[in-house]
Nanobody
């Protein structure tokens, strides 16, 4: 089992940047792949970015390409989401997920563990 704790959310103006962190504890970090999802009020949870177990491959939703970067630090058991050029439509609660499927996973049904989420609000 793994526990996930997100941090780094907040209020930022459009065009600004935030870096989200997801600290993992429990079982060996490298036995999981990770992803970031987000959920805006009244909407379903949607995929943002994924990284494989080794950190060597990444995959992004079209809305995140060119603006967001997912990365991992095995020594710190932490996954990051660097978000640049933020837009008001990026406003949502952002969730980190861990999956035993070690490749790139973009379906939230394939994730086994979730953090509690961190709020990101982008003002216009």
């Amino acid at each position: 089992q793994v526990q996930l704790v997100e941090s780094g959310g907040g209020l930022v103006q459009a065009g600004g940047s935030l870096r989200l962190s997801c600290a993992a504890s429990g079982r060996t970090f490298r036995t999981y792949a990770f992803g970031w999802f987000r959920q805006a009020p009244g909407k379903e949870r949607e995929f943002v970015a994924a990284i494989n177990w080794s950190g060597s491959s990444t995959y992004y939703a079209d809305s995140a390409k060119g603006r967001f970067t997912i990365s991992s630090d095995n020594a710190k058991s932490t996954v990051y989401l660097q978000m640049n050029s933020l837009k008001p439509e990026d406003t949502a609660v952002y969730y980190c997920g861990a999956t035993r499927v070690l490749g790139l996973v973009y379906d939230n049904k394939d994730y086994d563990y979730w953090g509690q989420g961190t709020q990101v609000t982008v003002s216009s």
